[in-house]
């Protein structure tokens, strides 16, 4: 059984850098049957795709905050990662990781419970 | 980016109605279009992939169908469980892109 597991501070403060793990558990992160990605939900409001990371290393990052973007993989641990740089109120959200699946149309069959980002001072 | 609009965006129904619940992407998706429940404070559970296959585990009154622009998810009788908001995704073209949910609730 596959889990997802996001770790980080609760709390940031409006221009520093948010940073969160995704513990994977039960299956690898190196297949390459699936990709990575954090997706990200603020309070009230729908689902925003963050970035992806690819079994290779490769990885996509959504042009709106590509420029604050960095997600890392520790195969090591089966851990990815997720930086977000220069914060500010609008990035407070629930931050989600997930596996989208290549074989069942890069679907998102697994999530993690999310964690809550608050960004104030 | 492509554009995912939902309609309707709330609705009231009773257990063992049928619900429809329709999607829209702003150019065409192929068969790329995923649906997801969600329930207060939990992360989203998918449901439907590639438009009309039911992930597995999920009951068989949930259904999907459409291609190209449209789609729906269907659920032929609502149950207790089914009240939660649904939200459709396009994995066709990065950044893959949610339309805005449909909030089900009970009448």
């Known amino acids: 059984q596959l889990q997802l597991q996001e770790s980080g501070p609760g709390l940031v403060k409006p221009s520093e850098t948010l940073s969160l793990t995704c513990t994977v558990s039960?299956?690898?992160?190196?297949?390459?049957?699936?990709?990575w990605a954090w997706i990200r939900q603020p309070p009230g409001k729908g689902l925003e795709w963050i970035g992806t990371?690819?079994?290779?290393?490769?990885?996509y990052y959504n042009p709106s905050l590509k420029s604050r973007v960095t997600i890392s993989i520790d195969t090591s641990k089966n851990q990815f990662s997720l930086k977000l740089s220069s914060v500010t109120a609008a990035d407070t959200a629930v931050y989600y990781c997930?596996?989208?699946?290549?074989?069942?149309?890069?679907?998102?069959?697994?999530w993690g419970q999310g964690t809550l980002v608050t960004v104030s001072s | 980016d492509i554009q995912m609009t939902q309609s309707p965006s709330s609705l009231s129904a009773s257990v063992g109605d049928r619900v429809t619940i329709t999607c829209r992407a702003s150019?065409?998706?192929?068969?790329?279009l995923n649906w997801y429940q969600q329930k207060p404070g939990k992360a989203p559970k998918l449901l439907i992939y590639?438009?009309?296959s039911l992930q597995s585990g999920v009951p068989s009154r949930f259904s999907g169908s459409g291609s190209g622009t449209d789609f729906t998810l269907t659920i032929s009788s609502l149950q207790p469980a089914d009240f939660a908001t649904y939200s459709c995704?396009?994995?066709?073209?990065?950044?893959?892109?949610f339309g805005p949910g449909t909030k089900v609730d009970i009448k």
């Open positions: 997930a596996r989208g699946n290549y074989g069942d149309y890069e679907s998102l069959d697994s």
């Open positions: 039960g299956g690898s992160i190196s297949s390459s049957s699936y990709y």
């Open positions: 990371l690819y079994y290779d290393g490769n990885t």
């Open positions: 150019q065409s998706i192929s068969s790329y």
């Open positions: 590639a438009a009309s």
């Open positions: 995704q396009q994995s066709y073209s990065t950044p893959f892109t």
